[in-house]
């Protein structure tokens, strides 16, 4: 038995009509606590497996367990408990025309008792920096705050494990980096189980591990420093490589010995201090 938060076992998905299966035979362990990036060209299935972690779709074949509980229609709910989920637009996730009434919208459904509301949602609208703003309109907000106050929203729900599907796709820089570092904060200090599917590989390279998706399948699957040193076999699954590798490729080229696997901007500071660049 491994205690897995996130089991995944020869999972499968085929949309109705579809020839092929979104998500084609993935088996995957999660650990509790630990933050995953999914990286993988379009349409190679990230939010279909994102989906099934939420009990959104159910597996058309073999099994996914989140927090020892199968995904299926019946367990749907107990499901959502413990796996909540933040989309890429965060226009469609707002129900409110106030913050704080937004941020309590799950709770109130779940018939949670108004004075626990009332400490959650402050709790959470803290998390995330938006205390003071829970009597604003949502309206009034940037994407980044906006994302941000979805993000409280599914933190006052208490879930083990948060499935962010493009949560930063639609944000200006600023916006990105705050609602990825909050995800990081919640993953380190909270210790909710992230599971991150990005485009951007400047994240991706600040994940715990990596896994590569492509037609449905896990194709690639490792540390960040594992999974881009395969440089090839990335670009041929319709990535890139991270920022600082390229820069560390054309400092070699110029003659300065920075390792060609330089992932990070702190990585790439302490390799150029160590040449006395
Ligand atoms: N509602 C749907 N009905 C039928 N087919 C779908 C549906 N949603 C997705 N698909 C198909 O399933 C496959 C996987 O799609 P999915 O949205 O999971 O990919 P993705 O990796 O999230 O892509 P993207 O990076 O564009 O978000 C694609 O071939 C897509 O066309
Ligand atoms: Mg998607």
């Given at each position: 038995m491994s205690d897995a938060i996130l089991r995944l076992r020869d999972a499968a998905f085929q949309y109705d009509g579809a020839?092929?299966?979104?998500?084609?035979?993935?088996?995957?362990?999660?650990?509790?606590g630990e933050f995953l990036a999914i990286l993988g060209r379009n349409g190679s299935g990230k939010s279909t497996l994102a989906r099934m972690l939420n009990a959104l779709l159910i597996p058309t074949s073999g099994a996914?367990?989140?927090?020892?509980?199968?995904?299926?229609?019946?367990?749907?709910?107990?499901?959502?408990?413990?796996?909540?989920?933040?989309?890429?637009?965060?226009?469609?996730?707002?129900?409110?025309?106030?913050?704080?009434?937004d941020c309590a919208f799950g709770?109130?459904?779940?018939?949670v008792p108004p004075e626990e509301i009332r400490r959650r949602v402050d709790e959470a609208l803290t998390e995330v920096g938006m205390r003071e703003r829970a009597l604003a309109s949502p309206s009034m907000l940037s994407g980044g705050q906006k994302q941000r106050i979805a993000i409280a929203g599914v933190l006052a729900m208490r879930p083990k494990v948060i499935a962010f599907d493009e949560s930063t796709a639609m944000l200006?820089?600023?916006?990105?980096?705050?609602?990825?570092?909050?995800?990081?904060?919640?993953?380190?200090?909270?210790?909710?189980?992230?599971?991150?599917?990005?485009?951007?590989?400047?994240?991706?390279?600040?994940?715990?591990?990596?896994?590569?998706?492509?037609?449905?399948?896990?194709?690639?699957?490792?540390?960040?420093?594992?999974?881009?040193?395969?440089?090839?076999?990335?670009?041929?699954?319709?990535?890139?490589?991270?920022?600082?590798?390229?820069?560390?490729?054309?400092?070699?080229?110029?003659g300065l010995d920075v390792p060609m696997d330089t992932l990070t901007v702190e990585e790439m500071a302490e390799e150029l201090c160590k040449c006395g660049a």
């Open positions: 020839e092929d299966r979104a998500v084609d035979g993935v088996s995957l362990d999660v650990a509790p996914v367990e989140v927090g020892g509980i199968a995904v299926s229609e019946e367990n749907a709910y107990a499901v959502r408990e413990i796996c909540g989920m933040v989309f890429q637009n965060p226009d469609n996730q707002i129900v409110a025309t106030v913050v704080e009434e709770l109130e459904n779940r018939g200006d820089p600023v916006g990105r980096r705050d609602v990825f570092e909050l995800a990081r904060r919640i993953n380190r200090e909270e210790g909710v189980t992230v599971v991150w599917i990005t485009h951007f590989m400047e994240e991706a390279v600040r994940a715990d591990r990596v896994i590569v998706m492509d037609r449905g399948r896990i194709e690639l699957e490792g540390t960040p420093r594992e999974v881009f040193s395969n440089v090839q076999e990335v670009l041929a699954l319709g990535l890139d490589v991270p920022e600082m590798m390229k820069l560390a490729r054309d400092l070699r080229a110029a």
